[in-house]
């Protein structure tokens, strides 16, 4: 109520506050929160926000690019994302090996449901300039460039966009021009064309236009439908305002507008709309993106060269997403703060805490979930009331995240998960999942039985499957599950209990040598061998307070009792389940510009170690 009553708050002609209210052009946003992130960790030891699946869309392959997109490049980002036709369009722009290094190219993924996607299919080519036509200032080759993929035009056409410019710098005088090609719902494109050339001339004084360049303009197109789409797009200033960076209007065309990088925007609850930009940019517009106020630096929205992502949720509230640390060079963790009226902003919390081994070295290629894109204001709105986050990991592969709305981060009450109820393949109610490409977590059927059950399967050399359950925060915990290995002569299964800081005071493994294998105080003991293809009921019974030690029964068998700790902690609130082992590299000290060759046997599957879950159950123990 006190923050409600100081927005509304009226504003007095030449008083102190006429110009510092928060939700004015002095401050458009402002986080009220008082979480802020650990550098030394990944997850920056906050909270997670519950149900959201983590998915990789992309894993590049250098010497197989069959099993990624074909071409083996390993410079991936700039990913943006739209709902059209029943179907998820996922865009990102590829290089060879580097950031801003020709050649480069735009693809396009597609799925029907977020989960399963298809083979990366390039929309926008590398560009060859047309024959005969040399610029003088093109010895570096071309690029593209990116801060806008899609638009679902009012005539239900859906156009993609990209940015053709100059290696190694596609801004101003750097850039050439926008392209646009459609859609077709039957999964084919139409012809290439530029819808806007750079208002910037050449280094040498030439501007671009249809005799030198290699695509002629839109207004060539016979199709009134395409020509329709475009010229609404082209009148739509708060749609175009994403292209500002590229192109900064010498001839006009944002009307004199300011700006920053990498807009994001959203309309408030009073229809003004709020523009986010890099660096913790943000500015409000009262005529839907006509003018803006003068972008200002949001003091508590602390960030770095990142993009910050803003919207309106299916629930009615609002949304920031961004990488809350100062470093470019690493962009993690991935974060969300939620509010009610798109100007107060509070709960830090994790969308995506996992940092995998860059396995390629590029220029620029910073570590983390990078640039991370939902989908804007009129591109399309999936079923269910699910916000989508799409993003690259380390500026290589390429992820998406479903999170659930209203977003929340505290269960009440006991957990009782059989998994009974869920679709095959579909999502995991309640369940935080991370699921690379060889390392996916699936809902299956149990081998031999009527029932469902959870499957983590892992074949990636640097990377793991991961499903965590949030269960209602306590310090006397009881929790039960059952695991059945298919193998037990390769692969790990590591499980945690966690606190909410993610300290792992409680944690058991099943190794490649047929062991369970559990952790007391500062000593591994195995306490007993397992079995492929075989149940195995686990019962951990924890007792945080200042005991701070634990039981463990398996099959009904105590094999521990009041085990010491891990880790000293005040209570428990995850159980978290990973096919491999507990990771925190890169960390802030790992050098990023520092060469090297691919790590080893980065292409190459390991032999595949497969995992099942079932009946978890957690409760306090009275």
């Known amino acids: 109520m006190l923050r409600l009553s100081f927005f509304f708050l009226p504003l007095l002609s030449g008083g102190p506050f006429a110009n510092a209210q928060t939700g004015s052009p002095a401050e458009p946003v402002r986080y009220v929160g008082g979480e802020s992130v650990d550098p030394s960790v990944h997850d920056g030891r906050l909270r997670y926000a519950i149900g959201v699946e983590s998915r990789q ?59 399963e996607w298809s083979k990366p299919q390039v929309v926008f080519p590398p560009y060859e300039p047309p024959t005969g036509v040399k610029i003088p200032d093109s010895s570096n080759g071309y690029m593209m460039h990116q801060r806008m993929g899609f638009y679902l035009a009012p005539n239900g056409r859906l156009l993609v966009l990209a940015f053709y410019g100059h290696a190694e710098d596609p801004f101003g005088q750097g850039g050439i021009g926008r392209v646009v090609r459609e859609a077709y719902k039957d999964g084919t494109y139409g012809p290439i064309y530029f819808i806007r050339y750079s208002s910037h001339t050449t280094l040498n004084g030439v501007r671009w236009n249809e005799t030198n360049t290699s695509f002629p303009f839109y207004k060539k197109s016979t199709d009134t439908g395409f020509l329709d789409a475009c010229n609404s797009l082209l009148a739509d200033k708060l749609m175009t305002f994403q292209w500002w960076d590229e192109d900064r209007g010498l001839d006009g065309f944002y009307g004199g507008k300011e700006a920053r990088e990498a807009l994001s925007y959203y309309h408030r609850k009073d229809g003004k709309v709020v523009a986010l930009w890099k660096r913790s940019h943000s500015a409000l517009s009262s005529d839907e993106g006509k003018t803006f106020s003068k972008p200002v630096k949001v003091p508590t929205m602390i960030m770095a060269g990142g993009k910050q992502w803003g919207q309106r949720t299916d629930d009615g509230r609002f949304a920031i997403c961004y990488n809350p640390i100062e470093l470019d060079e690493y962009r993690y963790p991935l974060t969300i703060i939620t509010g009610d009226d798109g100007v107060f902003f509070d709960n830090m919390l994790i969308v995506q805490g996992e940092v995998p081994p860059r396995r390629f070295f590029g220029r620029w290629k910073d570590f983390g979930p990078c640039y991370m894109r939902g989908i804007e204001e009129g591109n399309g709105n999936p079923p269910g009331n699910d916000m ?43 369940w935080n999942i991370y699921a690379p490409k060889w390392a996916p977590v699936s809902v299956v059927n149990s081998p031999g039985a009527s029932g469902k059950c959870l499957e983590l399967t892992d074949k990636d050399p640097y990377d793991y499957a991961r499903a965590v359950r949030v269960f209602e925060e306590g310090n006397r915990i009881e929790t039960r599950l059952k695991v059945r290995a298919a193998q037990n002569n390769t692969g790990t299964l590591e499980i945690d209990l966690t606190d909410r800081y993610g300290n792992r005071p409680v944690r058991l493994r099943f190794d490649e040598k047929g062991n369970i294998i ?44 009041k085990a010491a700790l891990a880790e000293a902690v005040k209570s428990v609130e995850r159980l978290s389940i990973r096919t491999g082992t507990y990771r925190n590299l890169p960390n802030r000290k790992t050098p990023n510009e520092e060469p090297g060759p691919p790590l080893p046997g980065a292409d190459e599957p390991v032999p595949t170690a497969t995992y099942l879950i079932d009946d978890v159950q957690v409760k306090p123990i009275k």
């Not at 380390?394 to 009974?420: C, H, L, M, Q």
């Not at 000593?523 to 701070?548: H, M």
Request: with cysteine; hydrophobic share 30%; charged share 20%.
């Open 388 to 430: 989508w986050l799409s993003y690259s990991m380390n500026k290589e592969d390429i992820w998406i995240s479903r999170i659930p709305t209203p977003v929340r981060y505290a269960v009440r009450g006991p957990v009782a998960d059989d998994f009974n109820g869920l679709a095959l393949n579909g999502s995991v109610t309640d």
């Open 518 to 561: 559990a952790t007391v105080g500062s000593t591994e003991k195995p306490v007993q061998s397992y079995q492929a293809g075989r149940w195995y009921d686990l019962t951990f019974s924890v007792d945080a307070s200042l005991s701070g030690n634990y039981d463990l029964a398996i099959d009904g068998k105590k094999v521990l009792t």
């Open 57 to 115: 869309t992309l894993r590049v392959n250098r010497t197989h690019p069959e099993l990624a997109d074909g071409h083996g490049w390993t410079y991936n980002h700039a990913s943006n994302l739209c709902y059209w036709n029943n179907t998820f369009y996922q865009q990102y722009l590829s290089n060879p090996v580097d950031e801003h290094i020709s050649p480069g190219q735009t693809l396009v993924m597609t799925s029907k449901d977020g989960r």
